[in-house]
């Protein structure tokens, strides 16, 4: 398994299963990340995707 030593504070996450996802703290390594929607008119939280996920 990869760990990522820093984790962005600006960015909270509790996907794990991510390989962007710092593990030791519920936080994103990564500087930046992309946010997006697989729906038309996205109504709620469910309707939006981190585009920057990458499976483990
Ligand atoms: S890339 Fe997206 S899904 Fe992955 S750890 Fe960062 S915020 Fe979470």
Redesign the pocket.
Known sequence: MEFHETA?HC????????????QQEN????NQ?K?GTHEKNPSMEQCTD?????KK
């Open positions: 962005n960015i909270e996450c509790s996907v794990t299963q991510c390989q962007h996802h710092c936080f994103c390594a990564l990340i946010v981190c585009l920057s996920y990458v």
